[in-house]
């Protein structure tokens, strides 16, 4: 009997022994390619053969060099479609477009519009699945957040993180990953602007560290880690309202310096200088934005690792 197809969906639905496993397999494959040149595949090359299919329905600078580099270093290869020039883009269903790519390609990543059109790829792919973001999740950029927190500060366990601003689909991941790894995590964001209820409720059943609130400078109070993302993301249609609800939540040094003094922030970018954070806070010596994004790579190599049961 084969094994199971291992889908990367959302990190709420993998063992925490998992995550720790993807997290410990990227600080090696990262170590390992030391002073390497970026095109050159790494020593065991788990997926030379194989070919990652990828999918955009959203625009994408990190997710998709990241994975498209992350195939290469893996020894694989890639394909890359937007949406709207596929046939999904004219209407067929969801089911019709994995039940073809299952039989052409190894695995499929989707930044998609709707989480439900990732659910339903995966129910209907004998391939791997992989949630390159979606309006409910963005489990990949979490992982590389992760990996960046404990390169620099060790590990995650017991560490207090503390996330200002919209509780998007970054925020969620969080809230996911929280019981998972065991940290603790303040959330302060506005009433209307509040995370996702079920994840909360989900994280609280799992005995979870998880506190959300509307006050940032609480949140904010002794973290290890300050985060925040954008007020606007792609989608949305409530500019005015949200940087309107959402500006009493804007990380600048004054709150950065209620944290910790050795404390760092994070942001997965694209960022809106003078919005969400300030200049003098992400262009500053506590910031870790260019290793983060650095780490989208290296995450993603051990995640597609994972999905190929190489780990």
Same mark, same amino acid.
């Given at each position: 009997?084969?094994?199971?197809?291992?889908?990367?969906?959302?990190?709420?639905?993998?063992?925490?022994?998992?995550?720790?496993?993807?997290?410990?397999?990227?600080?090696?494959?990262?170590?390992?390619?030391?002073?390497?040149?970026?095109?050159?595949?790494?020593?065991?090359?788990?997926?030379? &053969?194989?070919? #990652? !299919?990828?999918?955009?329905?959203? $625009?994408?600078?990190?997710?998709? %060099?990241?994975?498209? +580099?992350?195939?290469?270093?893996?020894?694989?290869?890639?394909?890359?479609?937007?949406?709207?020039?596929?046939?999904?883009?004219?209407?067929?269903?969801?089911?019709?477009?994995?039940?073809?790519?299952?039989?052409?390609?190894?695995?499929?990543?989707?930044?998609?519009?709707?989480?439900?059109?990732?659910?339903?790829?995966?129910?209907?792919?004998?391939?791997?699945?992989?949630?390159?973001?979606?309006?409910?999740?963005?489990?990949?950029?979490?992982?590389?957040?992760?990996?960046?927190?404990?390169?620099?500060?060790?590990?995650?366990? &017991?560490?207090? #993180? !503390?996330?200002?601003?919209?509780? $998007?689909?970054?925020?969620?991941? %969080?809230?996911?990953? +929280?019981?998972?790894?065991?940290?603790?995590?303040?959330?302060?964001?506005?009433?209307?602007?509040?995370?996702?209820?079920?994840?909360?409720?989900?994280?609280?059943?799992?005995?979870?560290?998880?506190?959300?609130?509307?006050?940032?400078?609480?949140?904010?109070?002794?973290?290890?880690?300050?985060?925040?993302?954008?007020?606007?993301?792609?989608?949305?249609?409530?500019?005015?309202?949200?940087?309107?609800?959402?500006?009493?939540?804007?990380?600048?040094?004054?709150?950065?310096?209620?944290?910790?003094?050795?404390?760092?922030?994070?942001?997965?970018?694209? !960022?809106?200088?003078?919005?969400?954070?300030?200049?003098?806070?992400?262009?500053?010596?506590?910031?870790?934005?260019?290793?983060?994004?650095?780490?989208?790579?290296?995450?993603?190599?051990?995640?597609?690792?994972?999905?190929?049961?190489?780990?």
């Amino acid at each position: 009997m084969s094994a199971p197809v291992r889908h990367f969906l959302d990190l709420w639905k993998l063992d925490g022994s998992d995550l720790r496993a993807i997290l410990e397999d990227a600080k090696r494959r990262k170590a390992a390619r030391l002073g390497w040149p970026k095109g050159r595949p790494d020593a065991d090359a788990v997926a030379e &053969g194989r070919v #990652l !299919a990828m999918i955009f329905e959203k $625009n994408s600078t990190r997710t998709r %060099f990241s994975f498209d +580099a992350a195939m290469r270093q893996l020894g694989g290869d890639v394909i890359i479609s937007n949406a709207v020039d596929m046939q999904l883009g004219r209407g067929e269903p969801i089911e019709d477009t994995a039940r073809v790519l299952s039989r052409m390609v190894d695995a499929v990543m989707i930044r998609a519009n709707n989480h439900q059109d990732v659910e339903r790829l995966a129910l209907s792919s004998t391939i791997p699945v992989i949630n390159g973001l979606s309006d409910r999740s963005h489990p990949c950029q979490i992982l590389a957040d992760l990996l960046t927190i404990e390169e620099h500060r060790g590990p995650v366990a &017991g560490k207090t #993180l !503390a996330y200002v601003g919209d509780g $998007n689909n970054v925020c969620a991941s %969080f809230i996911h990953a +929280a019981p998972k790894l065991g940290f603790r995590l303040n959330i302060a964001s506005p009433a209307i602007y509040h995370p996702d209820l079920h994840d909360l409720a989900r994280a609280a059943q799992e005995q979870g560290m998880v506190h959300a609130g509307d006050d940032p400078r609480e949140a904010v109070q002794g973290a290890d880690v300050v985060i925040t993302d954008t007020w606007v993301s792609m989608g949305d249609t409530d500019h005015d309202e949200r940087l309107d609800a959402l500006e009493p939540y804007q990380v600048d040094e004054q709150l950065m310096d209620l944290a910790k003094g050795d404390a760092v922030f994070l942001h997965c970018l694209p !960022a809106h200088r003078g919005e969400e954070v300030t200049d003098e806070v992400i262009d500053g010596p506590k910031s870790l934005i260019w290793d983060e994004a650095e780490n989208r790579l290296h995450a993603q190599k051990s995640i597609l690792a994972w999905c190929f049961g190489a780990i």
